[in-house]
């Protein structure tokens, strides 16, 4: 800094969190370079909220994995009605309503639903690196082809996932975005999903991004409460991350396997309290 600003005795802590803390000063206001970094955080958290999903390009991606898709768009017609009307989200239009419908019914164990949410930049990062992930540990699960879904909230899943007949879906979804987080993906699990579930009904994974809770661990986790939640045929208040446990008692090799993302975990894990409220 120049000699013109204030350091904050704080200055040396802020090696440890992505939080805005110990700016310093210029007289009354903070330093040019922390107003500047603001004002694109700012603009970055707009962009994702507005942006459009890449659906052609998800779809590609998918398919270079060997995986089917589906597309289908909320009853929300766009981007304006879904900010206004998040009701319009949680439902399917017509006509992807009909088109489920008339599927073969398959009755899966699970279905994966990426939705673009309130951050489109966070389903085209992180939804394909985090399935690739998961996908390795579900070799003995029924799998419906993914579902690519636009202008979603997370309840939309409950009526994809009651139209295909599964006995689980998990959205993934992009949070609403934060000033350190533009881009940073939600995972919510629900058994027997149906429309008219309650978020007490579901579990969430947040902060999903290589800054936060990093794939392999954030993969680690959705196996075990999927594991769990088949089981004991239920997600929600009922069933209880425990995860973290597995990782502490497992040897040094399992450990080292997660690549340290225990630790990132722990020091950038909260997004901010409402960050998955936004999403719903």
């Given at each position: 800094?120049?000699?013109?600003?204030?350091?904050?005795?704080?200055?040396?802590?802020?090696?440890?969190?992505?939080?805005?803390?110990?700016?310093?000063?210029?007289?009354?206001?903070v330093p040019t370079a922390p107003l500047l970094a603001f004002n694109l955080s700012h603009a970055q958290a707009r962009d994702a909220v507005?942006?459009?999903?890449?659906?052609?390009?998800?779809?590609?991606?998918?398919?270079?994995?060997?995986?089917?898709?589906?597309?289908?768009?909320?009853?929300?017609?766009?981007?304006?009605?879904?900010?206004?009307?998040?009701?319009?989200?949680?439902?399917?239009?017509?006509?992807?309503?009909?088109?489920?419908?008339?599927?073969?019914?398959?009755?899966?164990?699970?279905?994966?639903v990426i939705g673009d949410g309130l951050s489109a930049f966070a389903a085209s990062k992180q939804a394909v690196p985090l399935l690739q992930?998961?996908?390795?540990?579900?070799?003995?699960?029924?799998?419906?082809?993914?579902?690519?879904?636009?202008?979603?909230?997370?309840?939309?899943?409950?009526?994809?996932?009651?139209?295909?007949?599964?006995?689980?879906?998990?959205?993934?979804?992009?949070?609403?975005?934060?000033?350190?987080?533009?881009?940073?993906?939600?995972?919510?699990?629900?058994?027997?999903?149906?429309?008219?579930?309650?978020?007490?009904?579901?579990?969430?994974?947040?902060?999903?991004?290589?800054?936060?809770?990093?794939?392999?661990?954030?993969?680690?986790?959705?196996?075990?409460?999927?594991?769990?939640?088949?089981?004991?045929?239920?997600?929600?208040?009922?069933?209880?991350?425990?995860?973290?446990?597995?990782?502490?008692?497992?040897?040094?090799?399992?450990?080292?396997?997660?690549?340290?993302?225990?630790s990132t975990h722990r020091q950038s894990e909260p997004a901010s309290p409402d960050a998955n409220a936004g999403a719903t």
């Open positions: 800094m120049s000699d013109s600003v204030d350091k904050n005795p704080w200055n040396a802590l802020r090696q440890f969190t992505n939080a805005r803390i110990a700016l310093g000063r210029a007289g009354n206001s507005h942006h459009p999903l890449d659906t052609e390009a998800l779809h590609q991606q998918l398919h270079a994995l060997s995986l089917r898709t589906l597309d289908v768009h909320s009853a929300a017609p766009d981007r304006e009605h879904y900010l206004r009307r998040p009701d319009l989200g949680r439902r399917l239009s017509e006509e992807s309503r009909a088109a489920l419908a008339q599927l073969k019914d398959e009755s899966p164990d699970l279905v994966f992930a998961v996908l390795l540990r579900l070799a003995d699960w029924k799998i419906a082809p993914v579902v690519v879904a636009r202008q979603a909230r997370v309840a939309l899943g409950d009526e994809i996932g009651e139209l295909l007949h599964a006995k689980i879906v998990v959205m993934l979804i992009g949070e609403r975005p934060g000033l350190s987080s533009p881009d940073s993906l939600g995972i919510y699990l629900t058994y027997a999903p149906k429309v008219g579930c309650s978020d007490a009904q579901r579990n969430c994974i947040s902060n999903v991004r290589p800054e936060g809770l990093d794939y392999p661990l954030a993969a680690h986790k959705l196996h075990y409460l999927l594991t769990h939640a088949r089981r004991l045929g239920l997600t929600g208040v009922g069933l209880k991350d425990d995860s973290d446990a597995l990782l502490q008692a497992a040897p040094a090799a399992a450990a080292a396997a997660i690549g340290g993302a225990a």
